[in-house]
Nanobody, 123 residues
């Protein structure tokens, strides 16, 4: 079994930054890709960013493109999402997901999910 645990969420002011982390424990996923998704109240889940096993194949969703950087440290089995110039519309629960193989934009392609971490941006 694989467990993903997100951390780093909280309250930030508009224009501020947050760095989210996603740590994986348990069974090792071979050549896994990691994604970040978010879901705001009353809205559908939205793709944020994805990264492949070797740190390549990076893709960003439209909502945070240019304001976010995804990275990973395989030695620590952890993925990061650095978010800058935050805006109130970035308020959501941010979840990480993992799968074997190349990154996908669709959450349906992902097998393993964390519980999510709340990000709240005040104006």
């Amino acid at each position: 079994q694989v467990q993903l645990v997100e951390s780093g969420g909280g309250v930030a002011r508009a224009g501020g930054s947050l760095r989210l982390s996603c740590s994986a424990t348990g069974r090792t996923i071979n050549s896994d890709s990691r994604d970040w998704f978010r879901q705001a109240p009353g809205k559908e889940r939205e793709f944020v960013a994805a990264i492949g096993w070797g740190g390549g194949s990076i893709v960003y969703g439209a909502s945070l493109k240019g304001r976010a950087t995804i990275s990973r440290d395989n030695g620590k089995n952890t993925t990061y999402l650095q978010m800058n110039r935050l805006a109130p519309e970035d308020t959501a629960i941010y979840s990480c997901a993992a799968r074997e193989g190349i990154p996908r934009r669709s959450g349906a392609a992902y097998t393993y999910w964390g519980q999510g971490t709340q990000v709240t941006v005040s104006s």
